[in-house]
T-cell receptor, first 112, second 114 residues
């Protein structure tokens, strides 16, 4: 199965709170798990990425947690700010042909 | 370096017509991918070209086609347009050093089919 299931579809978080977006996969032939951020009127932009041999990666307020045995990975946004309001996509790269398989996206709204 | 550019930015076509969209990748990027984005379906992968060859293809009908030129610029064509083809079409290019998981997206072409 070449699917990546992303949840929730939408999320509202208060300013200063923690935003958590989850993704799950079944195919073990994925070898890279990037997260993309998309603002209205713009194309998605790479936010942070992780390899399956790493359990956590942190860049500023953004952290990816990876659970290889559960085939799940999640994005945590600490101290969420109104400027973080965007649509977030998780993805997974197939190791056979480098194709990215995308989650359906999560629309995140940070309330001031 | 200049970013990924797409032309035109907006397009209105009539059902049954055909359309060609253009994408210029970042200099040095040889991989170009195309996506269709709609509010209900998210990002749907169309195809990817690498060194003028289609390397990957999504689940779209044959009305959707593409090509890549020797300078890595790419075009996608949609023939016999349907109302459901109305969407934002995004092009992305990738550098080889990240093994293509890092994609740089253009601003997209907004296609409206009436």
């Amino acid at each position: 199965q070449q699917q990546v299931k992303q949840s929730p579809q939408s999320l509202i978080v208060q300013k200063g709170g923690i935003s958590i977006i989850n993704c799950a996969y079944e195919n073990t032939a994925f070898d890279y798990f990037p997260w993309y951020q998309q603002f209205p009127g713009k194309g998605p932009a790479l936010l942070i990425a992780i390899r399956p041999d790493v359990s956590e990666k942190k860049e500023g307020r953004f952290t990816i947690s990876f659970n290889k045995s559960a085939k799940q990975f999640s994005l945590h946004i600490m101290d969420s700010q109104p400027g973080d309001s965007a649509t977030y996509f998780c993805a997974a790269r197939l190791d056979s042909n480098y194709q990215l398989i995308w989650g359906a996206g999560t629309k995140l709204i940070i309330k001031p | 370096k200049a970013g990924v550019t797409q032309t035109p930015r907006y397009l209105i076509k009539t059902r049954g017509q055909q359309v060609t969209l253009s994408c210029s990748p970042i200099s040095g990027h040889r991989s170009v991918s195309w996506y269709q984005q709609t509010p209900g379906q998210g990002l749907q992968f169309l195809f990817e070209y690498f060194s003028e060859t289609q390397r990957n293809k999504g689940n779209f009908p044959g009305r959707f086609s593409g090509r890549q030129f020797s300078n890595s610029r790419s075009e996608m064509n949609v023939s016999t347009l349907e109302l459901g083809d109305s969407a934002l079409y995004l092009c992305a290019s990738s550098p080889p050093e990240t093994f293509y998981y890092e994609q740089y997206f253009g601003p997209g072409t907004r296609l409206t089919v009436t």
